[in-house]
Nanobody, 120 residues
Framework: QLQLVESGGGLVQPGGSLSLSCAAS????????IAWFRQAPGKEREEVAC????????TAADSVKGRVTLSRDTANHTIYLQMNSLNPEDTAVYYC?????????????WGKGTLVAVSS
């Protein structure tokens, strides 16, 4: 059964960084587009970053561009999100996702999310 399970969320100081992990099972990470999304309280879900099959192309939201790195470790079946210089506006539930049709299309599979709170 395909599963995506996020971990690594919690309280982060303003100016700090986060490192999220997503354990991915029952599929080959190199064969699909992968992405991280987030949803802040009272806001719509937005894409943080996406990487196409085998890392051929990648995108990042304007609000996080230059601060975020999405990566995958195929051997360990894990998707990662690294983000630096966090501010309170980055507070959200973060989700990992897998696509079927690339980064320009709605993701097909989602994890349940991990909460990141940026506060002093």
């Amino acid at each position: 059964q395909l599963q995506l399970v996020e971990s690594g969320g919690g309280l982060v100081q303003p100016g700090g960084s986060l490192s999220l992990s997503c354990a991915a099972s029952e599929f080959n990470l190199n064969h699909y587009a992968i992405a991280w999304f987030r949803q802040a309280p009272g806001k719509e879900r937005e894409e943080v970053a996406c990487e196409s099959i085998s890392g051929r192309t990648g995108t990042a939201a304007d609000s996080v561009k230059g601060r975020v790195t999405l990566s995958r470790d195929t051997a360990n079946h894990t998707i990662y999100l690294q983000m630096n210089s966090l501010n309170p506006e980055d507070t959200a539930v973060y989700y990992c996702a897998r696509g079927n049709m690339g980064c320009d299309y709605v993701m097909a599979y989602w994890g349940k999310g991990t909460l990141v709170a940026v506060s002093s």
